[in-house]
């Protein structure tokens, strides 16, 4: 589906992404995980073709991103961000609307009627009853639904998830998560999504990319990636990992006071008196 291939990224004589390459298949979904600063959201801001690298090259269906035009890219790749829609005055309906631009004439006209479809996405997400409803008037968890809506709306063959859970509740990052799943299954969806926390990304992610200080460290399964002496070297603290009781998919516990930062400090410092 999509070819990253030696990519590079810099800014203002700061390597931020180096020499980074992978594939990603046709309905597979990959996480990209690293600490604070690793890359992570500059490469798939490359992926998406809102920046352009330095190097390198990325190829979607093969043929170069960069061949593609703006219209063209937004039929085939969707991005949801970490921050819930802005609370400005469109009502529900409106947002998931603008998803349809891509597929409008300079009119903002269809061939077809999309009403139906867009009545299908707002069944689907559970916001019927907010349709008429202004963005300022729902819950941060809230409005990030009407923001998938919107991506689904785009109907992309691929989908960047830039760490869309981030501010939600444990409950609404499930239904998120779990909302991108069945979708995925259903339409065959390709997902490279950005995640923090990496007992999500252990249960939702075919294979992993970990990227530290813009480099690939390490991409396979979740097993292979959250390994504990990896993460210890990367993310400078040591976990306990274990599997899942249900999924068995690898799941990491914290020890307080095992950070590399805990551990200095606690080495150099004098006796409390």
């Known amino acids: ?39 992570k959201s500059t490469l798939l801001k490359l992926v998406s073709g809102v920046d352009q690298p330095d190097s390198g090259d990325i190829r979607l269906q093969d043929k170069a991103l960069k061949a593609y035009s703006r219209k063209e890219l937004a039929r085939m790749i969707a991005v949801l961000q970490q921050d819930a829609l802005p609370p400005i005055g469109f009502t529900v309906r409106e947002v998931l609307e603008m998803g349809r631009f891509p597929f409008q004439n300079w009119l903002g ?5 999309q009403s139906g479809f ?3 996405i707002l069944e689907h997400l559970r916001l019927a009853p907010f349709a008429s409803r202004t963005l300022e008037h729902l819950s941060g968890g809230e409005r990030q639904r009407v923001a998938l809506g919107k991506v689904m709306a785009q109907q992309p063959r691929l989908l960047l998830l830039d ?26 969806l390709t997902v490279v999504a950005v995640l923090h926390d990496l007992n999500l990304a252990a249960q939702y ?11 690939i460290v390490k991409i396979g399964t979740p097993w292979e ?12 603290t040591e976990p306990i990992v274990t599997s899942h009781p249900v999924t068995g998919a690898p799941q990491l516990l914290l020890q307080p006071g095992e950070s590399a930062f805990y551990r200095s400090g606690r080495e150099t410092a004098g006796p409390v008196s």
Request: charged share 30%; proline share 2%; hydrophobic share 35%.
């Open 1 to 39: 589906m999509i070819e990253v291939n030696r990519l590079s990224k810099s800014f203002d004589g700061r390597t931020v992404v180096n020499e980074v390459s992978f594939a990603v298949a046709k309905g597979e979904t990959l996480g990209i995980i690293g600490p604070n600063g690793s890359g």
């Open 109 to 113: 006209e269809e061939a077809e009627d």
């Open 118 to 120: 867009i009545d299908g």
């Open 163 to 188: 760490e869309p859970t981030t501010y939600l509740d444990i409950g609404y990052q499930m239904q998120m998560m779990d909302t991108v799943r069945r979708w995925q299954t259903e339409e065959e």
């Open 205 to 215: 992610c075919d294979r992993l990319l970990l990227i530290h200080q813009g480099r």
């Open 225 to 236: 990636v959250l390994e504990r002496s990896l993460i210890k070297e990367v993310y400078e």
